[in-house]
């Protein structure tokens, strides 16, 4: 529930962003987009400081809070999962990415609907869609062994959105949506099941580089492939690139050993 109300919190940060920068170069001029950017890394700063101060009050509070039992003998295990863990997350955020840089120009160029706000409400239907799935997610019980099936669905969804079709586009955005918020809660609520609490700020850091360079490389293949494809080609490789992250999953931690938190609490 806590990783999906996160996952939650950023696709709404992504919903924002969109409406706010659509309304903002239908009305004004382009440049303003860098201002407003300006602003929220400066809100973004003083929340920040906020909370690293309340952080500092807490920890001085219950001293105990901090301690956890720890086992060397674990720890080797335990850096094996984080990287099979990171190479399935660099292929799945490459894969889901690789959509972003031209999805405005390739929903101006299916539709008819084409301005500036509603291409940005297109953009952000999955943010939406994963409110929606928190919602009905609530009161279940969620484990990591939807990945594979959130994968596929996710391919599914951007297949969709790769006929041309303004319908169907719409309708793989909610799919891909769906898809997007069940694999990103599932993959980070792993990544807390084969890490051990006193490892969490480490083993996070390294998923983190895995993500971002995903999605680095994401950026700069997508300009090439529409270059030399066309607007579709991104949303056909991003669905190739998460049958791949199914396979990989599936490949790697079918025979995985029993997570690490689980076996620290047995012996604590």
């Not at 300006?38 to 400081?49: I, P």
């Not at 500092?56 to 295990?77: H, I, R």
């Not at 994968?151 to 909610?174: D, E, K, N, T």
Request: proline share 3%.
């Amino acid at each position: 529930g806590t990783i999906g109300l996160m996952t939650v919190i950023v696709l709404l940060g992504a919903i924002a962003g969109a409406g706010i920068g659509g309304f903002a170069l239908d009305l004004f001029e382009p440049r303003l987009i860098f201002l407003l950017m300006s602003v929220g890394d400066f809100l973004q700063m003083l929340v920040c400081a906020f909370l690293l101060g309340k952080d500092k009050t807490d920890a001085e509070a219950s001293p105990e809070a901090l301690q956890y039992p720890t086992e060397q003998a674990t720890e080797v295990l335990t850096g094996s999962l984080i990287y099979k863990l990171g190479l399935v997350m660099l292929i799945f955020y490459f894969s889901v990415y690789l959509i972003r840089p031209f999805f405005s120009r390739y929903w101006e160029a299916v539709s008819a609907w084409n301005g500036g706000i509603v291409t940005g409400l297109v953009f952000a239907i999955p943010g939406a869609i994963a409110l929606l799935a928190l919602c009905i997610n609530k009161n279940m019980r969620s484990s990591k062994h939807g990945i594979v099936s959130a994968a596929l669905l996710g391919m599914f969804g951007l297949l969709l959105q790769a006929s041309g079709q303004q319908a169907i586009v719409l309708l793989g955005r909610c799919l891909f949506g769906w898809a997007l918020f069940q694999a990103t809660v599932r993959l980070d609520l792993l990544l807390f099941e084969v890490s051990t609490p006193a490892s969490y700020a480490a083993d996070f850091s390294k998923i983190y580089f895995f993500q971002s360079l995903g999605a680095l490389i994401a950026s700069y293949t997508a300009g090439s492939l529409v270059a030399a494809q066309g607007l579709q080609m991104p949303f056909i490789a991003g669905a190739l690139g998460l049958v791949l992250t199914a396979f990989l999953y599936a490949l790697l931690f079918k025979a995985a050993p029993k997570p690490m938190n689980a076996v620290v609490m047995e012996t604590s």
